[in-house]
């Protein structure tokens, strides 16, 4: 399948904020539910947020009340608002359509976020 293209990563200090955006290779308006996944060195990606076609979001503990996860129809674009980021949030970020709870498509690039001082 075509991939999800991931962008607006970089360097920031702790405490700091950044977006992230994510380009959908089809109509996000047809996908039911939308998801930020982060793989940091050495670990696991996981699922750090989802949206639903009708805005109901849901966080994992770590990210919640920091992170905000959105969709823009208009664009076709998925949004990461990310604040107060932690040096623990150093990660590649990537976005997918989710199924049965498992990422759909294939994987794209990831955009890398790293939270240091």
């Known amino acids: 399948q075509a991939q999800f293209v991931e962008s607006g990563g970089g360097l920031v200090q702790p405490g700091g904020s950044l977006r992230l955006s994510c380009a959908a290779p089809e109509n996000i308006a047809s996908i039911y539910l939308l998801g930020w996944y982060r793989q940091a060195p050495e670990k696991q990606r996981e699922l750090i947020a989802s949206i639903t076609s009708g805005d109901v979001e849901i966080y994992r503990e770590s990210v919640k009340g920091r992170f905000t996860i959105s969709r823009e129809a208009a664009t076709n674009t998925m949004y990461l608002q990310m604040n107060n980021l932690k040096p623990e949030d150093t990660a590649v970020y990537y976005c997918?359509?989710?199924?049965?709870?498992?990422?759909?498509?294939?994987w794209g690039q990831g955009t890398q976020v790293t939270v240091s001082s």
């Open positions: 997918n359509k989710i199924i049965h709870g498992r990422a759909f498509n294939s």
